[in-house]
């Protein structure tokens, strides 16, 4: 199967601008002008879902924020007045939740998928503390920085 990285990356990035600001209705203006890059290692910000794809389909599929951003999306999903712990405790599923949705959306439309593949998803994990990870041998590890504000949404592909 040919490589689909660089496509889930670049319709991951569009379906993620859209959702944060169409979705979420977060008051998001986001730098368009990204450029995919592949790379040795990915430095994860405080927090980052993985979700990982197989059958047809493998690899591992990443976002990751900053504590202040995932802030900003918890309260999104939050009515009324949200206290701090209520923002704390949802911060890092609601990031989960994007990029699973984001994810999802982008999946049909995927070439290797029109063609015929059969893809798993698996649940996601989600890491609430900085990591970085290191591109296996022989792998592949491709990465995109959407520049919101002051900060950065890291979305990855590795395999």
Same mark, same amino acid.
């Given at each position: 199967?040919?490589?689909?990285?660089?496509?889930?990356?670049?319709?991951?990035?569009?379906?993620?601008?859209?959702?944060?600001?169409?979705?979420?209705?977060?008051?998001?203006?986001?730098?368009?002008?990204?450029?995919?890059?592949?790379?040795?290692?990915?430095?994860?910000?405080?927090?980052?879902?993985?979700?990982?794809?197989?059958?047809?389909?493998?690899?591992?599929?990443?976002?990751?924020?900053?504590?202040?951003?995932?802030?900003?999306?918890?309260?999104?999903?939050?009515?009324?007045?949200? +206290?701090?712990?209520?923002?704390?405790?949802?911060?890092?599923?609601?990031?989960?939740?994007?990029?699973?949705?984001?994810?999802?959306?982008?999946?049909?439309?995927?070439?290797?998928?029109?063609?015929?593949?059969?893809?798993?998803?698996? +649940?996601?994990?989600?890491? +609430?503390?900085?990591?970085?990870?290191?591109?296996?041998?022989?792998?592949?590890?491709?990465?995109?920085?959407?520049?919101?504000?002051?900060?950065?949404?890291?979305?990855?592909?590795?395999?």
């Amino acid at each position: 199967m040919e490589d689909y990285h660089i496509e889930i990356l670049e319709k991951l990035s569009v379906r993620t601008i859209e959702y944060l600001k169409n979705d979420i209705n977060l008051d998001i203006v986001i730098d368009k002008n990204y450029t995919i890059d592949a790379v040795d290692f990915i430095d994860y910000h405080d927090i980052s879902v993985l979700i990982s794809l197989n059958k047809d389909m493998e690899g591992t599929v990443g976002m990751s924020v900053s504590k202040e951003l995932s802030f900003e999306i918890a309260k999104s999903f939050l009515f009324g007045e949200p +206290t701090q712990e209520e923002i704390d405790e949802l911060s890092s599923e609601g990031i989960a939740e994007t990029l699973n949705i984001t994810l999802g959306n982008i999946l049909q439309n995927l070439t290797p998928i029109k063609a015929g593949a059969n893809v798993g998803i698996s +649940t996601p994990y989600i890491m +609430t503390n900085k990591v970085n990870i290191v591109k296996k041998k022989n792998g592949k590890m491709f990465i995109v920085h959407l520049k919101y504000k002051n900060d950065t949404i890291i979305l990855s592909y590795f395999i």
